[in-house]
């Protein structure tokens, strides 16, 4: 009786075996995300658990520097208002720029090219220059005062970037007008491959904008959905050169949002140890909200 043929090593393997290989592609990428993020992010981990003032001899803090996070009311409020800005910098873009894509997409528009170029041109300037300008707007004698002057609505004008209860959603109205373009792009990319068999369909059954906007679009753009919130999320916590630009953290305080006061107590009060704890707060805060967006754009519980 003949054996059977022994088997070749190698034979048989499925393309790409054995596996290990793959991490030898990916090891160049990984070394420089190591070199570049997780080691900073490591030694910030580091600092937080330190009173430094970036000079002297650092002590050890414990948990002090993460439980002012909770017992400190100047540390508390820049965490607010970068929820409050989320409104406005994440929840208002996606909202208008659905809206815009349904629109869009139901109705041929001319110039609509025109249209989503200009309103997609705030995300290829830079932050600094967005906050410049909308700094001029804003001034006291600036245009939008101005235009309300000669309205005849002069009792409305104000140094909106000096109120203190007008300066934050005025910040957050900038935001706004630059994220709501990408979100325009990203929606009308995902409404273009949504068959138009189902709006058809839906127009065959009777169905109004409203109802074909519930029962096709917005199910059709689901994966756009949850990219633009984790980007506009992601965008809005880390917001640092719009704030530092137009007002600095005030009036007071009270524009003042974890991004900026990590430079803050870094670099002007020198608490390197509180500062590192901001950042690795909003880190975990950043992640937790992008990850959570994810599981729900998967249809799982968060």
Same mark, same amino acid.
């Given at each position: 009786m003949s054996r059977p043929p022994r088997?070749?090593?190698?034979?048989?393997?499925?393309?790409?075996?054995?596996?290990?290989?793959?991490?030898l592609y990916v090891l160049p990428a990984l070394l420089l995300?190591?070199?570049?993020?997780?080691?900073?992010?490591?030694?910030?981990?580091?600092?937080?658990?330190?009173?430094?003032?970036?000079?002297?001899?650092?002590?050890?803090?414990?948990?002090? #520097?993460?439980?002012?996070?909770?017992?400190?009311?100047?540390?508390?409020?820049p965490f607010a208002h970068a929820l409050l800005l989320l409104l406005f910098s994440s929840a208002l873009p996606v909202l208008i720029g659905l809206l815009l894509a349904a629109a869009l997409s139901r109705n041929r528009v001319r110039g609509t090219t025109f249209?989503?170029?200009?309103?997609?041109?705030?995300?290829?300037?830079?932050?600094?220059?967005?906050?410049?300008?909308?700094?001029?707007?804003?001034?006291?004698?600036?245009?939008?005062?101005?235009?309300?002057?000669?309205?005849?609505?002069?009792?409305l004008a104000r140094p909106w970037l000096g109120d203190y209860d007008w300066a934050l959603p005025a910040v957050g109205i900038v935001g706004t007008w630059v994220g709501t373009g990408l979100c325009l792009v990203l929606f009308l990319a995902g409404a273009q491959r949504i068959p138009r068999e189902l709006y058809e369909a839906a127009r065959l059954d009777g169905a109004g904008p409203l109802r074909e906007f519930r029962a096709v679009t917005l199910p059709g753009l689901r994966p756009q959905l949850a990219v633009a919130l984790t980007l506009t999320i992601a965008?809005?916590?880390? #917001?640092?050169?719009?704030?530092?630009?137009?007002?600095?953290?005030?009036?007071?305080?009270?524009?003042?949002?974890?991004?900026?006061?990590?430079?803050?107590?870094?670099?002007?009060? #020198?608490?390197v140890g509180s500062a590192a704890a901001v950042g690795v707060a909003l880190t975990v805060l950043i992640f937790a909200l992008t990850v959570t967006v994810a599981r729900l754009a998967e249809g799982r519980r968060p």
């Open positions: 088997r070749r090593a190698g034979r048989g393997r499925a393309p790409g075996e054995p596996r290990a290989v793959g991490y995300y190591a070199a570049f993020l997780l080691y900073p992010f490591g030694q910030s981990v580091w600092l937080s658990f330190l009173h430094w003032d970036g000079l002297t001899r650092a002590t050890p803090a414990g948990l002090d #520097n993460y439980r002012d996070l909770f017992t400190d009311p100047e540390l508390r409020a249209f989503r170029t200009v309103l997609f041109l705030p995300q290829v300037l830079a932050l600094t220059v967005v906050g410049v300008a909308w700094r001029s707007i804003l001034a006291p004698d600036g245009l939008l005062n101005d235009t309300l002057r000669a309205l005849g609505l002069g009792r965008a809005g916590l880390r #917001n640092f050169d719009l704030i530092y630009i137009t007002t600095g953290g005030g009036p007071g305080d009270a524009t003042s949002v974890p991004a900026y006061e990590v430079y803050h107590r870094a670099f002007e009060t #020198n608490q």
